[in-house]
C-alpha cells in the first residue's frame, strides 16, 4: 500500500528564447495561469549576460489544471526528445480544438483519432519544441 507523501512532482521546460511567448500562447489556449515570469534583466547587473538577452526569462511558473510547468529560456537549448506533457480531456470537442491549436505549425507524430483505449489521442510537438500527448480517455 502506498503512503502518503508530500513530495509533488512539477515539469520543468527549457526554449532557447521563446519562454514567455510559450507560456502566453498556453494561458490563451490551454486555460492556463502565469504566476509568475522572471526576466534576466531583472537580477542585478551581470557583465557576462548579453545585451539581447536582458529580456529573457530566467524562471516562470504556470498552472495548467492541477500542474506546474516552470521553465526558462536558456542559450541553446533544444527540442524535448522523449519526454511529453500530456493533456487529459473530458470533452471530444475540447480535445479536437487543442489538437488545432498546438498543432498549427508544429509536428504531428500521430494524429487526433479514436484508439482502442481512448475517444481521442495524438502525439505532436507544438511551435516551440515542446512535445504533447493529448488523451480523451473512454
Known sequence: MATQTSVKLDVYVNYPGHCEEAF?????HLGGNILSIMKHGELPPNPNLPENWQHAVLHARMEIGNTI???????NAEPMRSAYLTLRFNTLAEAERVYGVLGEGGEIFMK???????????????????????????
Open 24 to 28: 502566453r500562447f498556453y494561458e490563451q
Open 112 to 138: 487526433m483519432e479514436e484508439t482502442f483505449y481512448a475517444h481521442r489521442f495524438a502525439m505532436l510537438r507544438d511551435r516551440f519544441g515542446t512535445l504533447w500527448m493529448l488523451l480523451c480517455e473512454k
Open 69 to 75: 510547468l516552470m521553465a526558462a529560456d536558456i542559450p
